[in-house]
């Protein structure tokens, strides 16, 4: 041993250099300063997600303001095609309705006929004008859901009970809509200061990886209805 280190007997190599000596207050300090860098770069990392995730909702929302108005607009101009149509319906019906003076039986036969292709014409007319105010109801329809939902979420967000749910059973379907599946889905949902309770309802999952029997999905309740659940997706599964 010379100078605290030891000397190999066979060939004199100084080996084992003598153990530093710390002081407690810099190991102290050392530790701190490195948890410090952990608790940073793990708070980096944390802020990360979850902007990417406010990210995902916002566009999500973006998407369903941007399909509301998409499908009201064409709602409403169907709708106001299926009026322009039964407003030349009703034109064409009281046309066809005014007097006419026949003087002979050659006369009446050409205003009969007349009127009889009035008459199919006007239901020509009334028909298109069926057409337009069906599609125009269904698409009007499509975008009050968008728009309904949108709200849905932003209130359940704002003022929903946050929980947990508990998959007892799934199926899912072929239906896909914006690139989301359609689940059916048997939930049990806990919330805190209430008993737990069993619902099922479709839902349309963009992360099917997340469904499954046994799985926990965080949820929003609302406290007026506890049978209002919104699976919080962009909490759970991968963006």
């Given amino acids: 041993m010379e100078g605290g280190q030891y000397r190999c007997a066979y060939c004199g190599h100084l080996s084992l250099p003598p153990r530093p000596v710390v002081d407690p207050a810099d190991r102290a300090a050392i530790l701190a300063s490195v948890l410090a860098q952990f608790e940073e770069r793990r708070g980096r990392a944390r802020g990360a997600t979850e902007e990417l995730k406010q990210r995902a909702r916002d566009a999500v929302a973006s998407t369903r303001r941007t399909n509301a108005m998409v499908m009201l607009g064409i709602g409403g101009l169907f709708l106001l095609f299926a009026l322009a149509s039964f407003g ?11 007097p006419s003076v026949a003087t002979s039986g050659h006369h009446r036969h050409a205003a009969a006929s007349e009127s009889h292709g009035a008459v199919a014409a006007n239901l020509g007319v009334l028909g298109f004008g069926l057409f337009w105010l069906a599609f125009g109801g269904i698409f ?10 949108g ?12 929980g947990r749910a508990i998959v007892k059973s799934y199926r899912e379907s072929n239906l896909v809509v ?5 689940f059916d889905l048997v ?5 805190p200061g209430r008993a737990p309770f069993v619902i099922r309802q479709a839902d349309y999952v963009p992360h099917p990886g997340a469904v499954t029997t046994g799985a926990e ?4 309740v609302d406290a007026a209805d506890v049978s209002d659940v919104m699976v919080d997706w962009f909490t759970t599964g991968r963006l």
């Fill in 151 to 162: 709200e849905r979420e932003q209130r359940m967000r704002e003022r929903g009970l946050r």
């Fill in 140 to 149: 009007f329809y499509i975008g009050l859901r968008y728009r309904r939902a």
């Fill in 187 to 191: 939930l049990e949902i806990e919330v």
């Fill in 88 to 98: 030349g319906a009703l034109w064409m019906a009281v046309a066809a309705g005014a």
């Fill in 178 to 182: 914006d690139g989301n599946r359609k």
């Fill in 217 to 220: 999905l965080p949820v929003f």
